[in-house]
């Protein structure tokens, strides 16, 4: 081997060796550490094999709708058994390396005729995980705490007795914890939309809000010199005092339930809400409407299954149609259109994920995808199918929870099964 070959060589070999080493993040909440759906990893694979990606387990699980979470060597994840008239909702712990099933904890529901229907699904809120407890959410609006490595209960709560929950409705948004508080969006009476709980204990700290319930789910930023909790509902977009509920601002923004459905995203001093974006005072919390001038609800939201995301002067979104489109961040200007992602159909998603100067796309049809988007375009280099889509919507299937990224890992569940697959690259020869 030549001199100049061998440090090429070993140039390669020490920047992998840098890669791994660098320590991986786990996804322990709703869209990941952060909550803003990006995935910093390293040491991950450019392309996807011809044959597909490399399986590293599959494990059974049940209905639901909720996202999986990785915390600890753990992946913990919700379902529903349903055998007419008795339904079983379960929080399933499994180990992150085999997929074999540590734990299961199992709680008795009562289901109302309907929610059979395999259109109902099942538990809708992502869990999150803090301090060696994991923080559940049933459809019925059982909220547990529970030890993460044990699975068992450290303090349980009846939401739908305690504050008037009404079943499936209401009980969709993943959870969220700032500082000691566990923070959820419930719309429950009298004007608990939002409520507060010590996260040791259960207890009630604040609540607030008298609105209607959406699928989206809140989220913490810091602008105008005060951290915000940002809640979407049918009747507003609403800034809190995470602390202690007080409101900051609100902005009117009348939506059907049924379309509310992203996460706002956040980021340089403008806010997101689907198809309608608000620009933050720098000074003081406040926000104005930025684009679209029109309140029309069919121009105000992008897509109903799906968060868009920002980057940059650019917002790349699904649409409900199943299109993906550029938008300028400043304007709402469309700079392209592709209609290559997904299948063109209501009921389609396309959750983006970026990571490094890529994007993980994960759609409606259980495909993973690696691309480039840009300003300029989109750009797909690899795709494969990671699962089966199952979840039913009307007379066709649908794979709807957006994965998780942990590890030079994807973890994604459908209906049937939660799949492991690896996306590390492997190290030069």
Known sequence: MNCRKFLQTSALGLSWLLAVAVPAEDWPQWRGPNRDGVWNETGIIESFPPGGLEISWRAPVGRGWSSPVVSQGRVYVTDVELTRPKARERVLCFDESTGKLLWSHPYAVDYPDWAFDPNAGGPRATPIIRDGKVFTLGALGQLF????????VVWENNLAKEYQVKEFTGITASPLIEDELLILYI???????????????????WKALDDSFT????????AGGRKQLIVWTQEAVTSLDPTTGKTWWREQVRTPGDQAVSTPVFSDHRLLIAGLML???????????????????SKRILSNTSTALARGDFVFSAKTSGELVCLEAGTGKQVWETNTVTDLKNGSSIHLTPCGDAVFLFTDQGDL???QLTHQGYREIS?????????????????????????????????????????AAKPPK
Request: net charge positive.
């Open 145 to 152: 705490c529970l030890d993460a490595v044990k699975g068992e």
């Open 187 to 205: 719309c429950g009476k009298p004007a608990a939309c939002v409520v507060a709980f010590d996260k040791h204990s259960g207890k009630e700290a």
């Open 215 to 222: 699928y989206s789910s809140p989220i913490i930023i810091t």
């Open 279 to 297: 620009k933050l005072d720098a000074d003081k919390p406040a926000a104005s409407v930025l684009w679209p001038e029109t309140r029309a609800v």
């Open 369 to 371: 995808v690696r691309a």
């Open 383 to 423: 795709r494969a199918r990671l699962l089966e889509h199952t979840s039913h919507f009307g007379d066709r299937k649908c794979a709807w929870p957006p994965p998780a990224y942990a590890n030079r890992h994807v973890f994604a569940r459908s209906d049937e099964e939660l799949v492991c697959a690896s996306l």
